[in-house]
């Protein structure tokens, strides 16, 4: 003999599955009896039906019997479609995962974005720098390779470890900055070297040389750094 009504919990909340020949009364009287019988369904959220289709004044009338046995409203009463439900919750997921990351872009790299834009419009503006005189890298620098260039370097990647980047002036590094790097190769003391995580085998500034940073590859905080002389010593702050 089928059962006229059975309620099927999913991840998402419960199912009621309804014999496709039972009556809108039978439904009522049978689901009644089974909202009645636990407490459980009180903390269920129903969230659609299957096997039978259900005019509106029959979803009504049984989301009136769902309020009385269990004091809150169903989600749906539509029919259930497993593959579509969860698609709509993998966007919804997805939403919400693309909402939270354009919240810590706003408020934590924005803000440092705009520090470093500042602090670089400021360094051009003493170091009397020339905007064309850059040269853009677009990718990993890895073991091995070597970038040399009169003027800026501007690295939109990582430099890995046994890759070299050699400036006459600024070195920025979109990325984490690992290999050796050597800003104002030709001798200009004021230019300086950013990066994104600044932990190189080696940095030079002018003529002065600093090994890797103590303890840069154990730090747990990893944050955008620039180098720069300061009393004759290559220093290291956060941006």
């Known amino acids: 003999m089928k059962r006229i009504i059975d309620i099927k919990g999913t991840a998402q909340g419960a199912i009621i599955k309804i014999d496709e020949s039972a009556s809108i009364e039978e439904i009522v009287e049978k689901l009644g009896e089974q909202l009645s019988s636990s407490s459980f369904y009180s903390s269920s959220q129903f969230i659609g039906t299957a096997g039978r289709f259900l005019s509106?004044?029959?979803?009504?009338?049984?989301?009136?019997?769902?309020?009385?046995?269990?004091?809150?409203?169903?989600a749906s009463l539509e029919e259930y479609d497993e593959k579509k439900t969860v698609a709509s919750l993998e966007k919804q997921v997805r939403a919400e995962v693309l909402a939270e990351y354009q919240k810590i872009l706003d408020e934590e790299i924005a803000p440092k974005l705009e520090k470093l834009?500042?602090?670089?419009?400021?360094?051009?503006?003493?170091?009397?720098?020339s905007a064309g005189n850059s040269i853009i890298h677009?990718?990993?620098l890895r073991n091995g390779s070597l970038v040399r260039y009169d003027g800026h370097v501007i690295v939109l990647g990582d430099i890995n470890a046994g890759a070299e980047v050699v400036a006459s002036g600024n070195i920025i590094c979109i990325g984490k900055a690992l290999g050796m790097v050597h800003a104002g190769s030709g001798g200009d003391e004021r230019a300086f070297v950013f990066a994104l995580h600044l932990a190189p085998t080696q940095i030079r500034i002018g003529r002065y040389v600093s090994g890797a940073a103590k303890g840069a590859d154990s730090r747990k905080k990893i944050v955008p750094e620039i180098a720069r002389l300061s009393n004759e010593k290559i220093v290291l702050e956060e941006v």
């Open 138 to 140: 677009s990718g990993t």
């Open 117 to 129: 834009e500042r602090e670089l419009e400021a360094e051009r503006a003493k170091n009397e720098l």
């Open 56 to 74: 509106y004044r029959d979803k009504a009338i049984i989301d009136d019997l769902i309020y009385e046995k269990t004091g809150k409203r169903s």
